[in-house]
């Protein structure tokens, strides 16, 4: 059984940054590719980044420059640092853990004067 636990959402100005964590627990963290996706409200759960086993990334062209993953193979841990934030980032986001069905339970953001 595998928990993907996420944390750090919250309320943030336009142009502020904000970090996301995803802890794993019960399986080999380190031999998954890892990814982000977040989901507005009344859109579909959309890509955002990802980082495969071996530090490959790939990130959404929307947040390309601005968003950050990294990975803590250590701590089981999955990073989304987010900066220069627009209102259009407000979502709730999700960790996957990728080729299988796990998702995290989701942590919002809400980018907001």
Request: aromatic content about 10%; glycine content about 14%; hydrophobic content about 35%.
């Amino acid at each position: 059984q595998v928990q993907l636990v996420e944390s750090g959402g919250g309320l943030v100005q336009p142009g502020g940054p904000l970090k996301l964590s995803c802890a794993a627990s019960g399986r080999i963290f380190s031999i998954y590719t890892m990814g982000w996706y977040r989901q507005a409200p009344g859109k579909l759960r959309e890509f955002v980044a990802l980082i495969a086993s071996g530090g490959t990334t790939n990130y959404a062209d929307s947040v390309k420059g601005r968003f950050t993953i990294i990975r803590d193979n250590a701590k089981k841990t999955v990073y989304l640092h987010m900066t220069n934030l627009e209102p259009k980032d407000t979502a709730v986001y999700y960790c996957h853990m990728a080729g299988t069905g796990y998702w995290g339970q989701g942590t919002q953001v809400t980018v907001s004067a």
